[in-house]
């Protein structure tokens, strides 16, 4: 696996600075193990599927059980997803949906006789007659839609699983928060810290081999949140650059409650941004590709690390706060963090 070697140093709240060796990971080099186990939630249990990587809803018993049985009959045997018209059979009744009929070369996966085209009126009926529960009913969303307007809904439904937020890897691990916390400090050994405030200082050798490059992911714990800090070299156009972002780990209205802000500089100058932070929801490279976040230039970053301009030393701070609503004037006022 191609590195190289960084070395960050932090500080948080005041506390004096540790020296961490880190990792700089180009995209694509980091494959975490995938097994591991869900903290316990109130409404359901998370496991982490073997071969996959996914944190699974256990349902609880008991729940709308005939609901349940012929949300049953409706479940492709090959996909397991919830089937919609057009529902094929094969000559023995069996069943599978239209997408899936395709990939097993007009075999029926049951008893492997030809399938041909015969449409199961009967099941195509059932489905649009039912109003069914959200499927990430189990992880705490109580909504019944008609059959095909749940499609539309568990696409943007806020209980459905959140994506690994790590960016040096195409990490395929979906759960809620406590469980992906959980894997960023156990699978990516990422920097884990309490506080608003935050002093990294990047260092790199030869930064300008260093082209859309990631390092390694900084986790903070404040407000009873969890935030990303992203930090990474990419081409903006012709230009190469350094950008420093960060994700709230949660949804997007969550994350309005939030801003944040960053400050680079050195021999006198300084560069600093102000945002809110984006949530998760929205991929790494999305934000990326935005250019919502600090945004260095390496010759400035270069200026700002001093020296003969040959190696990175780049001193990146900044805080978190919570915005709050002024009851008397009706005006956003900032809650630091003490």
Known sequence: METDSIECVTSIDGTEEDEIQQSLHHHGNHH??????HPQTTQSQFSSSKGNGVGVGVVSQGILPSTTRVHELLECPVCTNS????IYQCHNG????????????????TCRQELGDIRCLALEKVAESLELPCKYFSLGCPEIFP????????????????????????????GDIPFLVAHLRDDHKVDMHS?????????????????????MLTVF????QYFCLHF???????????????????DEMEARNYSYSLEVGGNGRKLIWEGTPRSVRDS????????????????????????????????????????QQNPEGGACIPNLCN
């Not at 975490?32 to 186990?37: A, S, T, W």
């Not at 030869?206 to 082209?211: A, L, Q, S, T, Y």
């Not at 714990?221 to 009873?224: I, N, R, S, T, V």
Request: aromatic share 12%; with cysteine.
């Open 32 to 37: 975490p193990h995938p097994n591991h186990l």
């Open 83 to 86: 089937m919609y018209p057009p």
């Open 94 to 109: 069996h069943t599978l949906c239209s997408t899936c009929k395709t990939r097993v070369h007009n075999r029926c996966p």
């Open 147 to 174: 059959y095909y307007s749940k499609l539309k809904h568990e696409a943007i439904c806020n209980f459905r699983p959140y994506n690994c937020p790590y960016a040096g890897s195409e990490c395929a691990v979906t």
């Open 195 to 215: 506080g608003c405030t935050f002093n990294h200082r990047y260092v790199k050798s030869n930064p300008r081999e260093v082209e859309n490059a990631t390092w």
């Open 221 to 224: 714990h404040c407000f009873g």
């Open 232 to 250: 990474e070299a990419f081409q903006l156009g012709m230009a190469p650059v350094y950008m420093a972002f960060l994700r709230f780990m949660g």
């Open 284 to 323: 790494h490279r999305k934000v990326r590709d935005s250019h919502d976040g600090l945004i260095i230039q390496r010759n400035m970053a270069l200026f700002f690390s001093g020296g003969d301009r040959k190696e990175l030393k780049l001193r990146v701070t900044g805080r978190i706060w919570k915005e």
